[in-house]
């Protein structure tokens, strides 16, 4: 039988399966209608009483100068003024080099998709979509992408050349993904992350986790609590609607790594316990993470990436 | 049923041995295509069940396996080919010889005879209707006919061919033997004729006025003879008692004659005295007819095929339907279905099916077949969930797909149930009254010219040896004989009487023909009567020669007749022979040469027999060869029996 994948193989990579990096680097066009900075739109997730300590712009000092027309009053520096008898303002200026992490996972559990793209691609194009936001914003970006067996780390920088630079590791990374090559999942790779990460990220940094969430545990939860004591942690989950909920199409066969599994899905019963497990293990990874202050972005494969992230962060939303 | 029988009932034994199959041969597994997803964990988890670590070995369901013995019980029943035993057919063997003399002297032409409707009618039209009705009644004996005048002859042979008989009767006329009555010769050579015969019986029935003239044996004398030999004569006397003259019944001659041999005299009109013959024909010489009885075995070694594959395509199909819940899609295609297998027959002159309706079946069988091939595919099921760009980069272990997995082989065991239910038959069953070769139609031209000596001994004798040959190579196919010269006749009608043709045959010379010239195209077309009569058949010509001015009667009875034509010239390769060939094209004449063996009658006598034949026989037999196929269905059905071999059901529990 000629298999398309290997078809696939030969002239490129089949688009929604896998990124390709000039639709990251196109990524760069979509990336508007939302903001990381502290002053959030009203409908955006970040704003309102969860997002009061996403640090922001106005808070470094910058010079103290002559007063001028417009200047905010209450800036005025009184010291200063009556040492000199004349008007002096305070100026501060937009904390402009906050670093910006993104957590980019491309393991094996994120080849998968059911609909339109693989949650790779998902994470991919998120990460794209949020790099050249905070390059936009004039502040830092900095990527540890990690796979099964690999970290790799891109250190912080504002340039675009670091934005394809990490571009670039998403994309290779992304491409070494295949079934047939016998990519062992490795669960601890998340927290190898997140160890990382902890590291870095030293203090009021935003760290992005761009992931399925796959292989948390207790001492993720740690890392996390961690890290979100000193910066602000945004989670994009990224999901998939098959994860979320099985269909009702008879008797299917399940694999994974060369074990299967046959399940007949037109129980009912059966998806509704499907379903249920799934919302659960959902809602108590949202609450421990709300109850650090760290919202969460659901990223569905189904759906446009920028759009998601648009309606979670956007000022307008849509309907 | 009493008369079902095994065949081969030893091969039941063959039952147990799927237990062995199945103890014995390694169990089958076929991987299925599974989709690789993240969270088969936590969908185990939530099932309650552990995935399987590579191929399972399929388990059939407590009906699988019902089923399946089923089927294995059918075939071996199959193999073991049961057979239903038909009521005996039976064909009487004539034990008693009849002759009939009849009287065609002067005075049978006298009309003095008042028949039972009132008429007036002459002595031979009497006699005609008395032995019509005579013969209609004696089925199963053989019965030679002589006519006497001035002189006796034989008319007829013994022979079983009653209807030969009357119609040889028909042709008689007032006269044809001369005009005189030699009542004592025609007993005398009756004697002679029942010499010749072995059977003990011996019963002469005289039709006659009576009125000897001019016999050199007197009556009374010859029936003294007969007495002597066991023959018994009874007289039936025709003419009215009451004349007188030279034509009056001499009934005192008639009555001493009967008397002599312990025969009965009657009077044609005297319908309880000829009742009184017959009854004593039927009784006094009690009917001794050998039997030759067979009972037949019909093959029905496909009722048990047809019930294994009813159940086999049964139990799929409902499973196939239920699981697809496709109930409400009914077959369609009946139409083109009923088209097909009547073109596939037509192509194929011998090769056919014993019941082609069975081949019907093919279709919901194909039908469910591509139906189980298109759901054996575990993957399909994916196809809607799944976008296709990336299912194909989602696909686990390969599904291997064999060649002739267990699919393959119901495809291919439906496929041979059908055929072997359907009964390909290409050759009859060999059966003891062979009378299922067509009719033949022999047109000799008996003319100065096939007295020719150029063949040994002269052209007209060797075709008649070769008649003989061919007659005998033919056993008791019909065969007509017509000879023609200025004029055609038909020596004798078709007949499955080889000695009564070969007795014609014999006696065909130049001499007796009417008119001399050529009357080929008549001869045809009085052929093709005879064949029509006789259901259908072909026509040898054996002919030297063919006159020129034949040529447009012979190409206007070919545009109306399809009756195919062998030519045979008794003739040496030369000159001559391409010529005749030339002309006989005219009726699109396929020529067998005349070889020095028996070659030619040979191959005469197998074209003869698949001679396109308009009527069935009736006693046609086709034998059932798709019996053969059983051993092959056993072998295919064993393989069912091997742990996991199974037909995919989908991808079900």
Redesign the interface.
Known sequence: ?A???RK?RDDGK????YTRLQDLVNMRHRARGFSFLPRQPVHSLLAGRHTSRLRGRGLNFEEIRRYQPGDDIRQIDWKVTARTRRTHSRVFTEERERVTLLLVDQR???????????KSVTAAEAAALAAWRVLEQQDRVGALIFNDSELIEVRPQRSSSAVMRILQHIVEQNHAL??QSGIR?NPGMFNEALRRCDRLAKHDALVCIIS?G?GQDEESRHLLTRIAHRNDVLFGFVHDP??ADL?A????????A???????TSQSR?RD??RE??EATRASGRHFLLHRETPVIPLSTAEDVAEQIRRRLGGVRRR | MSNLTLAHPWLLLLLPLPLLFWWLVPPHSEP????????????????G????????VARGSLLRWLVVWFCWLCAVVAVARPQVIEPPITREQPVRDLLLAVDLSGSMATRDFTDASGETVDRLTAVKAVLDDFLARRQGDRVGLIFFGSAAFVQAPFTEDLQVCRELLDEAQVRMAGPQTAFGDALGLAINVFERSTVKERVLIALTDGNDTSSQVPPEKAAQIAADKGIVIHTVAVGDPRAAGEDALDEVTLKKVSAATDGLYSHATDRSQLQAIYDQLNALETRQVDTLSQRPRRDVYWWPLALSLIVSIGYLGAGLLW?QRLAARHLGGAGLAAAAPAGLLTAIEQFHFIRPEWLLALFPALLLWWGLQRQSD??R??R???????L??????EQR?RRFGPLAWIGLSWLLLIIAIAGPSWTHEPSPFADDTAALAIVVKVSPSMETEDVQPSRLERATLKIHDLLEARGKAKTALIAYAGSAHRVMPATGDAGIINTFAQALTPEIMPETGDAAAEALALAEQSLAEAGGGSILWITDSIAPEQAGPLADWRKTSKVRVRLWPPLLPGKERDDLEKQASAVRASLQTLSADDSDVQALANAARFAQSFGSDGQTRWAESGYWLTPLLVLMTLLYFRRGWMVPR????
């Open positions: 039988m298999r398309p994948q696939a089949v688009p929604g399966a094996i559990g994120m080849f998968f998709g059911s609909r339109k793209r693989m295949d079934l999942g399925d796959a098959l994860e269909p199409a008879g008797p299917l066969v399940f694999e994974d060369g074990a299967q599994l046959e399940v007949d059966l316990r499907y497990d799934f | 299925r295509r599974g989709l690789v997803v993240p969270f088969l964990p936590r969908l185990a988890a939530v099932v069940r552990d995935p399987s670590r590579g191929a399972a699981r575990a993957g099921a994916w809607g969930i799944i976008d296709p760009h990336l194909a980069q989602l696909w686990g272990s797909r989908g991808v079900g529990a």
